[in-house]
């Protein structure tokens, strides 16, 4: 019994030192993707009206295109030549893979916005800018237009493991502009990357030390970097 408390006693706590991650970077929506997007309209889902924002429904029935989305631009992509009078937004749903969301160690959303939208992953609002609080319905506009050029706007995704799933993913976006037809232009061009820690933990102390003896166990936690 001795010989066991003394092999036990040596891994009940396990101080990791801390590290810089090994992070490798990769595309999960790049700048090439293909979206399914809903003229604003009217609202995307209806009577559930965060429907659309999850994974599971059903957009077969909006267009599909590449970005960057936007009018009075000189870009090349999908330009919305009708919005400027007839509509604020537009709803957009990409569907990406996700091999492991317990290993992300990282997840960002670039994101180019003339001139507000709100961004969900799976139907938790993960960034918010430049437009109102709360539940935005078809005919909002965004607050006062920026100075241009705007900014991309970068978003660290706080803890993704708790966001992600293993498998099939959805981020789903409300563009806005800031008028119905006061607004000259309008744009929204996003992307997704995400990076993998690949760093072990690094044992720097055990406790009790190594060759120790307990006189009883009563738990075996699970070590925590």
Same mark, same amino acid.
């Given at each position: ?5 003394? @092999? ?25 993707? +293909?979206?399914?997007? @809903?003229?604003?309209?009217? &609202?995307?889902?209806? !009577? ?25 631009? !000189? ?19 990409? +569907? %990406? ?11 960002? @959303? ?6 507000? %939208? ?6 938790? &609002? ?32 706080? &803890? ?25 232009? %309008?744009? @929204? ?11 072990? !933990? ?5 406790? !009790? ?6 006189? &009883? ?9």
């Amino acid at each position: 019994m001795k010989s066991v408390s003394r @092999l036990l006693g040596a891994f009940l706590s396990v101080l990791c030192a801390p590290v810089v991650p090994l992070l490798q970077a990769t595309d999960l929506v790049g700048p090439a993707a +293909t979206w399914r997007y @809903l003229e604003g309209r009217t &609202e995307a889902s209806t !009577p559930d009206a965060a429907a659309w924002t999850r994974g599971g429904f059903n957009d077969q029935g909006w267009k599909s295109a590449a970005g960057p989305f936007y009018y009075g631009k !000189p870009f090349t992509g999908t330009e919305l030549a009708d919005m400027r009078g007839n509509y604020t937004g537009i709803y957009l749903r990409k +569907t %990406f893979s996700v091999a492991d969301a317990n290993v992300v160690g990282s997840l960002t @959303l670039h994101v180019l916005s003339d001139d507000g %939208f709100v961004a969900w992953i799976n139907g938790k &609002e993960v960034a918010r800018f430049n437009v109102p609080e709360g539940v935005l319905a078809h005919t909002a506009t965004a607050l006062p237009a920026l100075d241009e050029p705007v900014p991309t706007q970068d978003v660290d995704v706080a &803890e993704p493991w708790k966001v992600l799933v293993s498998g099939e993913n959805v981020i789903a976006i409300q563009a806005l502009n800031s008028s119905l037809s006061d607004s000259s232009d %309008f744009a @929204l061009f996003a992307t997704v990357t995400a990076a993998e820690d690949t760093t072990a !933990p690094r044992v720097v102390d055990l406790s !009790p030390p190594a060759g120790s003896t307990v006189d &009883e166990l009563l738990e075996i936690g699970r070590a925590h970097v």
